[in-house]
């Protein structure tokens, strides 16, 4: 094989990567895990002058359940991992029967910026279905791979092929509200209210608390036991073990502003999201069969893994 042959093979297969990436990092927007509550008492308590003050946990279970309840909602957010990649998500996503929707991803810096320039675009269109997750490369990219433009990633295919971290990726494709993040603090037994801000002009109450990672994946999500150990080996190679999250609720109970914060071997992990429109009409299409690729299959003639090309 020559060097030529060689690098676009790579690329190709870090393409693939990056993508599958985004497809957990672009709905971290709206999460990072899922709880049943916790054992904190969330009792109002009362105070003087007959005002009664709410405690933080009282507070965040009401957001959970009316952010829950609202269906769908506008997207907007930027991450950045460390020297890996930044990136920004626009769009509207849907909950109310598994995950839909579509965002539009663009890639501000990193390697990973760098390997989508070689493939003629650092923009990505992605759309969620119940079931999948798609993502539309550029035309350079298409030419390289027989022409078709979408990536399909079945969501059983990805927990096959990436052990641990496939099987919580599965879990959470399919499970993502972006009252997640509000349950995150629920299930951290560590929770404070920061006080009153505003957020783009809405009134708020921000607050915060720091969460253990492997152990929230634990608690709230449906691994087995060997694909629990299996992600939580694969979450320290990464450096990944707590995370700061900070939220904001606007006066109707509902997520405006989310911010999360933890380390990565790669450097400092940071993603911020804003909320609005709640209620707004969400539709994903799936992209036509003809101009389809399934990641599977094409990894198989790269001769790549997902586990080798994400590590």
Same mark, same amino acid.
């Given at each position: 094989?020559?060097?030529?042959?060689?690098?676009?093979?790579?690329?190709r297969?870090?393409?693939?990567?990056?993508?599958?990436?985004?497809?957990?990092?672009?709905?971290?927007?709206?999460?990072?895990?899922?709880?049943?509550?916790?054992?904190?008492?969330?009792?109002?308590?009362?105070s003087?002058?007959?005002?009664?003050?709410?405690?933080?946990?009282?507070?965040?279970?009401?957001?959970?359940?009316?952010?829950?309840?609202?269906?769908?909602?506008?997207?907007?957010?930027?991450?950045?991992?460390?020297?890996?990649?930044?990136?920004?998500?626009?769009?509207?996503?849907g909950?109310?029967?598994?995950?839909?929707?579509?965002?539009?991803i663009?890639?501000?810096?990193?390697?990973?910026?760098?390997?989508?320039?070689?493939?003629?675009?650092?923009?990505?269109?992605?759309?969620?279905?119940?079931?999948?997750?798609?993502?539309?490369?550029?035309?350079?990219?298409?030419?390289?791979?027989?022409?078709?433009?979408?990536?399909?990633?079945?969501?059983?295919?990805?927990?096959?092929?990436?052990?641990?971290?496939?099987?919580?990726?599965?879990?959470?494709?399919?499970?993502?509200t972006?009252?997640?993040?509000?349950?995150?603090?629920?299930? $951290?037994?560590?929770?404070? @209210? &920061?006080?009153? +801000?505003?957020?783009?002009?809405? #009134? =708020?109450?921000?607050?915060?608390?720091?969460?253990?990672?492997?152990?929230?994946?634990?608690k709230?999500?449906?691994?087995?036991?060997?694909?629990?150990?299996?992600?939580?080996?694969?979450?320290?190679?990464?450096?990944?073990?707590?995370?700061?999250?900070?939220?904001?609720?606007?006066?109707?109970?509902?997520?405006?502003?989310?911010?999360?914060?933890?380390?990565?071997?790669?450097g400092?992990?940071?993603?911020?999201?804003?909320? $609005?429109?709640?209620?707004? @009409? &969400?539709?994903? +299409?799936?992209?036509?069969?003809? #101009? =389809?690729?399934d990641?599977?299959?094409?990894?198989?003639?790269?001769?790549?893994?997902?586990?080798?090309?994400?590590?």
């Open positions: 094989m020559g060097v030529g042959r060689m690098k676009s093979t790579s690329v297969r870090m393409a693939l990567a990056i993508a599958a990436t985004t497809a957990l990092t672009g709905l971290a927007a709206c999460s990072s895990g899922d709880s049943g509550g916790s054992d904190q008492d969330d009792r109002a308590s009362g003087g002058g007959g005002v009664t003050k709410v405690s933080p946990i009282a507070a965040l279970r009401s957001a959970e359940k009316s952010t829950d309840a609202a269906d769908s909602a506008q997207v907007e957010s930027t991450t950045v991992m460390g020297s890996m990649m930044s990136m920004t998500a626009d769009g509207a996503l909950w109310a029967d598994g995950i839909s929707g579509t965002l539009t663009e890639y501000t810096g990193g390697t990973m910026a760098d390997t989508m320039r070689q493939l003629g675009t650092t923009k990505m269109e992605a759309r969620y279905l119940p079931d999948a997750y798609y993502a539309k490369m550029g035309d350079a990219f298409a030419r390289q791979a027989g022409g078709k433009h979408w990536i399909k990633y079945d969501y059983d295919d990805l927990a096959d092929l990436a052990g641990g971290s496939g099987a919580y990726l599965k879990d959470q494709m399919q499970n993502t972006p009252n997640q993040s509000v349950k995150l603090l629920l299930a $951290s037994g560590d929770v404070k @209210k &920061v006080g009153e +801000e505003k957020v783009r002009g809405k #009134d =708020t109450t921000h607050y915060s608390g720091t969460v253990d990672v492997a152990d929230l994946a634990g709230n999500s449906s691994l087995s036991a060997s694909q629990l150990a299996d992600l939580k080996k694969q979450l320290e190679q990464a450096g990944v073990t707590t995370e700061t999250v900070d939220i904001w609720v606007d006066d109707q109970d509902l997520l405006v502003k989310k911010v999360e914060k933890g380390q990565m071997a790669t400092e992990l940071t993603q911020t999201a804003y909320y $609005s429109d709640y209620g707004v @009409k &969400v539709s994903a +299409e799936e992209p036509p069969a003809s #101009d =389809t690729e990641f599977k299959k094409l990894l198989e003639k790269q001769g790549g893994t997902v586990a080798g090309t994400t590590s």
